[in-house]
C-alpha cells in the first residue's frame, strides 16, 4: 500500500505542479471563472454535466453552488443534468444514448446561460452533443476535459495536461472549487458595494 501511496501523491504532485506552471491555462481558468461569475450575477443559471467519475464531480460542483460553498450567502442556480434518471433513460430509451444531455440542454439553456461539461478523454458523444445544443441555444460553454481536446469546440476549453484519468479528475474537482471560492468572493463583495 505504501508503494501505492507514493506513486498517487507523486503523480498528483507532478500534475498539479504542471498545471501551476502553465500560464496560458491559469488564464483560460481565470476567464471562465469570470464568465461563470458575470452569468450567476446576471440571474442566468449553470447547467453540469459528466459521464462516471465526471458525473459525480458535475454532481460536487452544483452541490457547491447550491449548498452555498463555504458559506456562501445565497444558494446559486445550478442543475447538474445527469442527476435526473428519468430524463436520461427516458431519452436515452426514446431516442439515443448521446442526446441525454442535450435534450436537457435544449430545454433549459437560455442565452446568460452556462454549460459546464466535464470529459476526461475529450470526445464523449454526449458531452459534444450537449455542447453544441449549448451553443444553439446562446449559452457560454466551459469544458473541463484531459490532454485529448481536438473534438471539443467550447468557449472555455480547460484543458490538463494528462492522459491519466483520475489525476484529471482530481484537478477538475480542483478547479471547481476554485470556482465555487471565486463566485463566493465576488457574490460577497457585489452584495457589499451594493
Not at 458531452?127 to 485529448?148: D, F, H, N, S, Y
Request: with cysteine.
Amino acid at each position: 500500500m505504501q508503494s501505492v501511496l507514493e506513486n498517487n501523491f507523486n503523480a498528483h504532485r507532478n500534475l498539479l505542479t504542471a498545471v501551476m506552471a502553465d500560464e496560458a491555462l491559469k488564464a483560460h481558468i481565470a476567464a471562465a471563472a469570470q464568465a461563470l461569475c458575470a452569468c450567476l450575477q446576471s440571474g442566468g443559471k449553470v447547467l453540469l454535466c459528466g459521464n462516471g467519475g465526471s458525473a459525480a464531480d458535475a454532481i460536487h460542483i452544483t452541490a457547491e453552488l447550491v449548498g452555498c460553498f463555504e458559506g456562501m450567502e445565497q444558494p446559486l442556480a445550478a442543475i447538474c443534468l445527469n442527476s435526473n434518471a428519468a430524463n436520461m433513460t427516458s431519452i436515452a430509451n426514446d431516442s439515443d444514448f448521446r442526446y441525454i444531455f442535450s435534450k436537457q440542454v435544449e430545454a433549459l439553456a437560455q442565452p446568460r446561460d452556462i454549460l459546464i461539461a466535464l470529459t476526461t478523454s475529450g470526445k464523449s458523444e454526449n458531452i459534444l452533443e450537449a455542447l453544441a445544443a449549448a451553443k444553439q441555444a446562446g449559452a457560454v460553454t466551459i469544458t473541463l476535459c484531459g490532454e485529448r481536446t481536438d473534438c471539443i469546440e467550447s468557449d472555455y476549453v480547460l484543458a490538463i495536461p494528462s492522459g491519466d484519468t483520475p489525476r484529471v479528475q482530481e484537478m477538475h474537482l480542483f478547479i471547481g472549487h476554485c470556482f465555487a471560492q471565486y463566485v463566493k468572493e465576488n457574490m460577497s463583495k457585489e452584495a457589499e458595494d451594493g
